[in-house]
């Protein structure tokens, strides 16, 4: 069970929470959280529509407004996930300023359509996926930053 764990219910477990902790933020009770504490052995910080205390500074984030964050895992893996307002798609461009200036090397940026855009960045310590994305109050920059 232990390799199984390691390799498989892991990470699968982290990309679940990635997705789903955003949604459940406002739970009082999140079910999810003790699930995913339960199976990866770390500590699950659903912060609202805060950025988790322990986010690392050395991923600018936009300065908009925080629609919600999270974080997931342990020292051995952590996975943080913070969506802020920005005003437009283009607000990507900004972005992958801030993260090459702060040391990032973007990867990959793109847009598949008018109302959205993905940014790839990889640091030594850090990698950070952004998409942007349109919504019903504006537009949204939703960051994914793994440790490595």
Do not use: H
């Amino acid at each position: 069970m232990t390799r199984f764990r390691t390799r498989t219910l892991i990470p699968l477990t982290l990309g679940l929470a990635v997705l789903t902790l955003p949604l459940l933020a406002g739970c009082a009770n999140n079910p999810v959280t003790g699930f995913v504490r339960d199976v990866t052995g770390g500590t699950v910080d659903v912060g609202g529509t805060s950025v988790p205390q322990d986010f690392p500074s050395a991923v600018p984030l936009f300065d908009g407004t925080v629609v919600s964050g999270s974080g997931v895992g342990g020292e051995g893996a952590k996975v943080w996930n913070v969506s802020v307002r920005v005003p437009t798609v283009d607000s990507v461009n900004d972005i992958a300023s801030a993260l090459t200036a702060a040391g990032f090397s973007n990867k990959f940026q793109g847009s598949a359509t008018p109302d959205a855009a993905t940014l790839v960045s990889d640091a030594p310590a850090y990698s950070v996926v952004v998409n942007v994305v349109q919504d019903d109050g504006g537009f949204v920059a939703n960051y994914t930053v793994t440790k490595k």
